[in-house]
């Protein structure tokens, strides 16, 4: 991969996770910390993928701003998003096969969280954003 094409995926993936954070940090805020109507419309929010999603929001940002700027450490914070995401998805699968209240949106909201962090990941690992020198062909 160029040294433009890594420089712009990385971009892109930054991109994209900043805004995921700050979407996700103002709609968790929003349902966590909201007016009563705001958290009635939650419904059957599961409160520990709530509470996760609201915190990884922040994590989200930090990653989007580190890949932009080329760090290692946000190539590894990107593994480590979607290595947890993909943990809490396992445990709200465990709370809903177990008999758990849930809404449908929330599943689609944690497959859509589980790609975009491994698309993330997967990208930023590929691209070694932590590299400022060109990568070997």
């Not at 930054?14 to 709609?27: D, Y």
């Not at 947890?84 to 008999?99: C, E």
């Amino acid at each position: 991969m160029s040294e433009n094409k890594v420089t712009l995926a990385l971009r892109v993936a930054g991109g994209i996770a900043f805004l995921f954070g700050v979407v996700t940090i103002l709609s968790g805020g929003r349902a966590l910390f909201g007016d009563p109507l705001a958290r009635a419309a939650a419904g059957d929010a599961v409160p520990f993928v709530l509470w996760f999603n609201f915190g990884a929001g922040f994590a989200y940002v930090a990653a989007g701003v580190g890949l932009v700027l080329r760090t290692a450490w946000a190539v590894w914070l990107a593994v480590f998003i979607a290595t947890l995401t993909l943990l809490v998805f396992a445990a709200f699968g465990v709370h809903i096969w177990t008999g758990g209240a849930y809404e449908m949106r929330t599943v689609a909201a944690m497959t859509l969280r589980s790609l975009v962090w491994v698309g993330i990941a997967m990208i930023s690992f590929r691209a070694g954003a932590g590299n400022t020198g060109p990568r070997p062909a």
